[in-house]
């Protein structure tokens, strides 16, 4: 990616992470893949494992049915095992068109957008509730990024714009 985090065209780079919520009945993990041009959410799963077919795997089915990928595409993430599994990469290979990129070792500044994004959540809305439970967790977290994330939250890197304005 080479810190190029201004792409010209919508599914030119998506970037992918994932991350961990407390609950009080135990750990929800949230994968993210992010359109960097919009800043849209548009994959993304919860699993209580970080097995690649509950992470990865449906955050970027979810993404691909979303969005028709009619030009090369890089889709980038961190060197986490989820993303340098075989069975992720039999989902990423099937369209010719994506290109898989990884952070060098010990580099995170190209996935910064997928950091940042973990980070606004958390701000915003995670270090302000205790979940009780896990489905508590999911729908105000799905809630957050359906809702008011993609949907009503101004970005000035999108010029005062929702990510669906883009």
């Known amino acids: 990616m080479d810190r190029d985090f201004n792409p010209k065209r919508l ?82 290979t099937v369209n010719k068109l994506i290109t898989q990129s990884m952070s060098r070792k010990a580099n995170c500044w190209d996935n910064a957008v997928a950091e940042s994004f973990f980070k606004t959540l958390k701000t915003e809305l995670v270090y302000h509730h205790s979940f009780k439970t896990i489905q508590e967790a999911k729908t105000t977290v799905f809630d957050y990024i359906e809702v008011w994330y993609n949907r009503k939250r101004l970005h000035s890197y999108l010029g005062y714009k929702t990510p669906l304005e883009v």
Request: aromatic content about 14%.
């Open 11 to 92: 599914n030119q780079v998506w970037v992918s992470d994932i991350t961990y919520i407390k609950t009080n009945k135990g750990w929800l993990y949230l994968t993210t893949l992010i359109d960097i041009y919009g800043r849209q959410v548009i994959g993304w799963s919860f699993s209580t494992s970080l097995f690649t077919d509950q992470t990865i795997v449906p955050a970027c089915k979810m993404a691909v049915s979303k969005r028709k990928i009619e030009a090369p595409l890089l889709f980038h993430s961190d060197r986490g095992v989820q993303y340098a599994s075989k069975e992720f990469r039999r989902v990423v």
